[in-house]
Structures are given as C-alpha cells and as structure tokens.
C-alpha cells in the first residue's frame, strides 16, 4: 500500500480523501479518528478547538 499525508483546513476535502484523520494543533495530536467513525461536525469541532473551546466557554461562562 501507499501511504499519502494530505494537511487541509477544509473538513469536506479531507473526508473525500481521506481514511483515518488525525488533527494536529501546535505539534501535539489533539485526536485521531477512521472514517466512519467520527462525523463531519465532530471533526469540525475537534478542528475548531474541541475540548479547548469547551473549557473556554465554560471559563467565561456562556457560548463563544
């Protein structure tokens, strides 16, 4: 087999490509995931922050 790393910020380009997913924020793995096991709006949100962004708005006490 082959492998092929493919680094986009376009959820619907990496789903149509892609097999397993891993995102990456700063260097540290933030989560990993094959496809058919995560939906689009989880790997959105994993993308978009995920936990992160949880505990921010729960810091700050609303939705952000």
Known sequence: GVGVVF????VRHAL???DRFTVLN???TLGTAVRGEIT???LQD???GGQEMA?????LG???
């Not at 680094?7 to 376009?10: A, E, K, L, T, V």
């Not at 505990?55 to 810091?59: K, Q, T, V």
């Open 7 to 10: 680094i986009s910020h376009n």
């Open 16 to 18: 149509a490509v892609g």
């Open 26 to 28: 700063r260097g540290q």
């Open 40 to 42: 689009a709006s989880e």
């Open 46 to 48: 994993l993308m978009a």
């Open 55 to 59: 505990e921010l708005e729960g810091s």
């Open 62 to 64: 609303g939705t952000i």
